[in-house]
């Protein structure tokens, strides 16, 4: 106990340390307060590499963008698995992963992701999101010629959940009503949707105490949330339902094989349900809040998607866009990268398992204690001047080239650098679902900008709005507060 309260001395070929002067927090007040203002001032103290003592744990901060492939290679020295599952395992509620016994099971569990989120199956994936966005915005969205107003925030919210919870996790068979009134079925599905939804937000508000160390069973609600999830998800209702994702498919059938009692089982799910929407639901918000706040974004976005949605057939039928047609979507893949640049604040850890010494970049050396975790944080490149002239603008076309194409060359003293971009992470802990997720918001942009005319009421559209950063080091900041937009449908004679 004592340890934890007296800071540690600096030993030779250390990084210097930073361990502020209150007993156990260390600098954890300065840090939480503003992490890229502290991590900023830290290294024009301390230069690329320091120690900070944060809340009893040490991180090993590495601030040198070229020095990042070192730690993402993450040699023998470097784990990736064990910080992250431990904390896993305590906000989802599932089992240890790390013991013996569970350890190879997981390893195959883990090699789902790649093999149902990546490459072949996510064609398959995206077509299947395309359906139930279309389904969604159907079922919700006025038909009218009147404009409807709604926070932007809950809309978003609205349709991508529902859209991306039916892609993973398939639609519940409600079964016809008593009397076979197909409405009353509808119904039903939609409150029970908007159920997992509130419970969803529930939890997921609760992430940045949760983070911090707070124990869940203190975070009531969100205990009580993450419980009913994990109610909806057990196997045996999500046995019932269709048109389920292969990867919740196979991670069913490979728990299943797996010495886990059903909570357990239901818990993995939960942390899918999170993974799959935390951080999508606020990218497709700034993404739709950016394109629409800026009307030359959203000239140029319309444009695209005129072009290519009238290649694609009847454009009164539902729309069908293929992989290479959202690939080809440049404007818009560089509307979602400004957006998630600006509003992407996650933290790279990774935990030391044994003494070692780190080589940076520039051949500077730095000794790591066994426990200590090495972190990295984009956002000190995500708003470098240097790498983004003016980085905290937003400027839609800062990730297409001369010829109209998707641009990565970005350059710092000189040199391009390798991780310009990180809102995924990288190495060992990159996101599985970053392609996924980029189909999801093009997808989302398309069908809106298509449909729909849309605009910020006024008064929202002079100010800016800025991120909350309660939760940075969980990803995609939300905003701090939500703007109304006002939407009607597109007259179709206006588009062609
Ligand atoms: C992990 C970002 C969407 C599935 C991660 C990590 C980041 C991230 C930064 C690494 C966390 C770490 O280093 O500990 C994002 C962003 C998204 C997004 C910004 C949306 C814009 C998705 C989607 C899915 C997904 C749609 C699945 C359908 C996962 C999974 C992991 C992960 C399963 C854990 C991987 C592992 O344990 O190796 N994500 N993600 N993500 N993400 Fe995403």
Request: glycine fraction near 6%; charge should be neutral; proline fraction near 6%.
């Amino acid at each position: 106990f004592c340890l934890l309260l007296e800071p540690r001395k600096r030993r030779p070929g250390e990084p210097p340390l930073e361990a502020g002067w209150i007993p156990f927090l260390g600098v954890a007040l300065d840090y939480g307060k503003d992490p890229l203002a502290f991590l900023r001032e830290t290294q024009k103290k301390c230069g690329n590499v320091f120690t900070c003592k944060i809340a009893g744990k040490y991180f090993t901060f590495i601030t040198d963008p070229f020095s990042f492939p070192a730690v993402v290679r993450q040699g023998k020295n470097l784990d990736f698995h064990k910080f992250a599952i431990g904390f896993s395992q305590r906000v989802f509620g599932h089992a240890d992963f790390l013991a013996p016994v569970y350890y190879n099971g997981f390893r195959e569990v883990h090699s789902i992701f790649h093999q149902t989120l990546q490459g072949p199956s996510l064609t398959q994936l995206a077509q299947s999101m395309l359906g139930n966005l279309q389904a969604v915005l159907r079922q919700n969205l006025p038909k009218g010629e009147d404009w409807a107003v709604e926070g932007l925030q809950s809309f978003t919210n609205r349709v991508m959940f529902d859209a991306g919870y039916l892609t993973i996790f398939g639609q519940q068979d409600a079964g016809p009503s008593a009397d076979g009134d197909n409405n009353r079925t509808d119904n039903k599905s939609d409150l029970c949707m908007r159920q997992v939804a509130q419970h969803f937000l529930v939890f997921d508000r609760a992430f940045p105490e949760m983070a911090a160390g707070l124990p869940i069973h203190l975070c009531v609600r969100a205990w009580l949330a993450r419980e009913a999830l994990a109610e909806k998800l057990n196997h045996s209702r999500l046995q019932r339902n269709h048109s389920m994702s292969a990867l919740i498919r196979r991670r069913m059938d490979a728990f299943d094989s797996m010495p886990l009692d059903e909570r357990g089982k239901a818990g993995t799910h939960v942390s899918m349900l999170w993974a799959s929407q935390a951080n999508t639901l606020p990218a497709a918000f700034w993404s739709l809040y950016h394109m629409l706040s800026s009307p030359q974004a959203l000239s140029a976005a319309r444009a695209e998607v005129d072009r290519v949605v009238e290649q694609s057939g009847d454009p009164d039928q539902p729309i069908s866009i293929s992989r290479e047609q959202l690939d080809s979507m440049f404007v818009l893949g560089s509307i979602i990268e400004e957006a998630l640049r600006l509003s992407s604040a996650s933290i790279m850890i990774r935990v030391a398992s044994d003494d070692f010494t780190f080589t940076l970049d520039s051949g500077q050396t730095a000794a790591i204690r066994k426990g200590d975790y090495i972190a990295m944080y984009p956002q000190l490149i995500h708003m470098d001047p240097e790498i983004y002239p003016s980085p905290t603008e937003f400027q839609f076309d800062r990730f297409l080239d001369e010829a109209g194409q998707r641009k990565s060359e970005f350059y710092k003293n000189g040199r391009r650098l390798k991780h310009y971009l990180v809102p995924f992470g990288s190495g060992a802990s990159e996101c599985p679902g970053r392609f996924f997720a980029m189909c999801e918001i093009k997808m989302f942009l398309v069908l809106l900008l298509w449909h729909y005319d849309m605009e910020l009421a006024q008064s929202d559209a002079q100010h800016r709005l800025s991120t909350d950063c309660t939760r940075a080091g969980l990803g995609i900041l939300p905003p701090t507060q939500d703007v109304l937009v006002r939407y009607k449908v597109r007259p179709r004679s206006s588009s062609s």
